[in-house]
């Protein structure tokens, strides 16, 4: 779901494109969320303005880009724009080629891509560690829809979880991980499954990667048996398997919480989804697999 303009998004788009000589005609809004994603349809490509305060990492998503590339990683590839990334207002702007049609990617995508990205060696540009819990307490803060009871046990778990994290020292294979590996993040094109959104890439465990699917079966349902067993085939282990599974399970499960409720509060058509997925983690919807809906 699409929202709706703020009366400014259209001009941050059209200096944006001013300050990379491009032509900003008639640019179409693709995505309005946490970051904007518009479409500019006579040039084929793609504006994605991040949020304030994120040069960084925006810099980091383009040298994240031209490493896939070098690689030959089938992912998207940035547009050919000098200086990426431009700033608008604070805000970090990069500029991407166009990708053909698309759908979610499959399971057997899914695995196909990462496997493909973790058999790499790690790049020479500096990666931080993954945070598993990034954005939570910020989006927590947001989710004014919830009770004061229920943020505050969804504090508590995430307070436990972290302290769970940071007392278990990586002592295992590190890469460079997607960060964000859904199948919206990792599609299929008529040129085959294609890697996108690389806001996230960071140096971690693989597993990090592989716990959003088998989340995606285990517990909210979105995946079935059928489809994880071709998953795990295709990467060649099933990361249910790993000692660490429940921890990151866990940390991946509260990540998508925190996301519905901190935009339920400005989608009031979302609140019962985030109401529904604090209840199941709070014991009053039975055991996993829970149903789910997607949002956004």
Request: glycine residues 6%.
């Amino acid at each position: 779901m699409t929202s709706v303009p703020s009366p400014t998004a259209d001009q941050t788009v059209v200096q944006a494109c001013s300050l990379a000589g491009l032509h900003a005609e008639k640019p179409e809004p693709v995505r309005l969320a946490e970051n904007q994603i518009w479409r500019l349809p006579r040039q084929r490509t793609i504006v994605r303005i991040a949020r304030s305060g994120q040069s960084a990492a925006a810099r980091r998503e383009v040298c994240v880009a031209a490493w896939l590339a070098e690689h030959d990683v089938p992912a998207v590839r940035l547009a050919d724009v000098p200086g990426q990334p431009v700033e608008v207002s604070g805000r970090p702007v990069t500029f991407w080629i166009e990708l053909p049609a698309h759908q979610h990617g499959s399971a057997a995508d899914v695995a196909q891509l990462l496997r493909q990205l973790h058999a790499l060696p790690r790049p020479d540009f500096e990666l931080p560690l993954v945070d598993p819990f990034v954005r939570v307490p910020e989006r927590l803060q947001a989710a004014t829809t919830l009770s004061t009871a229920d943020r505050t046990w969804l504090r508590s778990l995430h307070q436990d979880l972290a302290e769970a994290w940071n007392a278990q020292p990586l002592t295992g294979r590190l890469c460079a991980v997607h960060g964000d590996a859904w199948p919206g993040n990792l599609v299929r094109t008529v040129d085959g499954p294609k890697m996108l959104d690389l806001e996230r890439f960071s140096l971690g465990p693989p597993e990090w990667d592989l716990v959003s699917t088998a989340v995606r079966r285990w517990t909210t349902g979105a995946v079935t048996a059928a489809e994880y067993d071709e998953f795990c085939s295709a990467y060649g282990s099933d990361v249910t398997r790993w000692d660490g599974y429940e921890l990151l399970a866990r940390a991946r499960e509260l990540r998508m919480v925190t996301y519905a409720a901190q935009h339920a509060a400005s989608n009031p058509e979302w609140a019962q989804q985030a109401q529904f997925r604090v209840d199941c983690l709070r014991g009053r919807h039975g055991p996993r697999p829970w149903n789910w809906s997607g949002i956004m």
